[in-house]
């Protein structure tokens, strides 16, 4: 049974980075795609990213890109959200998300197909 465990998050400054990590166990993470989700207080969760099972096709939200960046350590069984520029706006709990896809070079940023999701961290971007 895949477990995940999200790390990383915490209070940062507007304009301030963090590196979100989502460590898998109880199975390879080699035929996952990962994604990333968010949900503030009193908004529905949204993608923020996602990444292929190989690594070689990411997406991201309209409101991250050029921002956030996602890739992964099959090796380490980790994938990784790197954010910089942080918003107010990005305060969030984010998840990560895995499912095993029909076609491996894709990966959704909508919650639907995600079979396994983490407990979330929290991301707080206040001054």
């Known amino acids: 049974q895949l477990q995940l465990v999200e790390s990383g998050g915490g209070l940062v400054q507007p304009g301030g980075s963090l590196r979100l990590s989502c460590a898998a166990s109880g199975t390879t993470l080699d035929y996952y795609a990962i994604g990333w989700f968010r949900q503030a207080p009193g908004k529905e969760r949204e993608g923020v990213s996602c990444?292929?099972?190989?690594?070689?096709?990411?997406d991201y939200a309209d409101s991250v890109k050029g921002r956030f960046t996602i890739s992964r350590d099959n090796a380490k069984n980790t994938v990784y959200l790197q954010m910089n520029s942080l918003k107010p706006e990005d305060t969030a709990v984010y998840y990560c998300?895995?499912?095993?896809?029909?076609?491996?070079?894709?990966?959704?940023?909508?919650?639907?197909?995600?079979?396994?999701w983490g407990q979330g961290t929290q991301v707080t971007v206040s001054s």
């Open positions: 998300a895995a499912d095993i896809p029909p076609d491996p070079g894709s990966c959704a940023l909508v919650a639907e197909p995600y079979d396994y």
């Open positions: 990444i292929s099972s190989s690594g070689g096709s990411t």
